[in-house]
């Protein structure tokens, strides 16, 4: 059974930091490149943060670059993002995304 299951969201003060987790099952995520998506509250889904099969190649939205990085470990078969210097539009439920599968989202609030 394929599963992508995100962790680590929560409620941050703008400023601070967060590290969010993706955990891989039931396929071969070492064979694919992954990705973070996020939506925030009334928008569209959009994408965050982008990374290659080996981790060797890793791509950034605009508003992101900078403060966010995307890291994987093909051994522990996980995916990560660690995210510093939180701005409330950073609200959003994120998503980890590979191949064609999709985690079902953890929730991080940015607010004083």
């Known amino acids: 059974q394929v599963q992508l299951v995100e962790s680590g969201g929560g409620l941050v003060q703008p400023g601070g930091s967060l590290r969010l987790s993706c955990a891989a099952s039931?396929?071969?995520?070492?064979?694919?490149?992954a990705s973070w998506f996020r939506q925030p509250p009334g928008k569209a889904r959009e994408l965050v943060a982008s990374?290659?099969?080996?981790?060797?190649?890793?791509n950034y939205a605009d508003s992101v670059k900078g403060r966010f990085t995307i890291s994987r470990d093909n051994v522990k078969l996980m995916m990560y993002l660690q995210m510093n210097s939180l701005k409330p539009e950073d609200t959003a439920v994120y998503y980890c995304n590979a191949r064609s599968y999709w985690g079902k989202g953890t929730l991080v609030t940015v607010s004083s």
């Open positions: 039931g396929f071969t995520f070492r064979a694919y490149a």
């Open positions: 990374i290659t099969s080996s981790g060797g190649v890793t």
